[in-house]
T-cell receptor, first 114, second 112 residues
């Protein structure tokens, strides 16, 4: 069982909806990540939080809004998405940004935008 | 621009065969190369290779890093059906901690 928990596992939303993806870890990790993975493609980095501060934003459109309320939680707020945003969204954590090799991934949230 | 290329894209082998997966990379200020296994959803960490650790082994899996020729190999010996997965290679640069660039992956299917 993964130690990074993501909810919901599946989400279907319309282009005018507002929804959120949630991620939680209790390993004491101080770096958390959002990745986007399209079918048959590798994961692509979206955001990195280090010690609850946004440290990397890979030029992600503003319709995706990350939030890190505390060191255990990471949210991704979604608003006015497009059908091409449909993908598997993976959350990950590591002890620190310096220890990326030991990334622990959640099982992902499968998002479908209609 | 940094680049990670994996080959082959896919392969099918019989149980007991040995599999060799390749990953070549171009990255400025190389820091580490990582291998992950992705079965259904979450990628799981296999190995990390750096300048100070160019060879790793765990059970039937092993990996080497050639920093001169800029490639890595992942070997799986005595394959089992449970080894069926996508194997992802990723590199990290020392000036962008926390940012992994993944290759397209190699899909391995092990048949009984």
């Amino acid at each position: 069982d993964t130690e990074v928990t993501q909810t919901p596992k599946h989400l279907v939303m319309g282009m005018t909806n507002k929804k959120s993806l949630k991620c939680e870890q209790h390993m004491g990790h101080r770096a958390m990540y959002w990745y986007k993975q399209k079918a048959k493609k590798p994961p692509e980095l979206m955001f990195v939080y280090s010690y609850e501060k946004l440290s990397i934003n890979e030029s992600v459109p503003s319709r995706f809004s990350p939030e890190c309320p505390n060191s255990s939680l990471l949210n991704l707020h979604l608003h006015a998405l497009q059908p091409e945003d449909s993908a598997l969204y993976l959350c990950a954590s590591s002890q620190d940004r310096q220890y990326t090799g030991e990334l622990f991934f959640g099982e992902g949230s499968r998002l479908t935008v209609l | 621009e940094d680049k990670v290329v994996q080959s082959p894209l896919s392969l099918v082998v019989h149980e007991g065969d040995t599999v060799t997966l390749n990953c070549s990379y171009e990255v400025t200020n190389f820091r580490s190369l990582l291998w992950y296994k992705q079965e259904k959803k979450a990628p799981t960490f296999l190995f990390m290779l750096t300048s100070s650790g160019i060879e790793k082994k765990s059970g039937r899996l092993s990996s080497i890093l050639d920093k001169k020729e800029l490639f890595s190999i992942l070997n799986i010996t005595a394959t089992q059906t449970g080894d069926s997965a996508i194997y992802l290679c990723a590199v990290e640069a020392s000036d962008s901690w926390g940012k992994l660039q993944f290759g397209a992956g190699t899909q391995v299917v092990v048949t009984p």
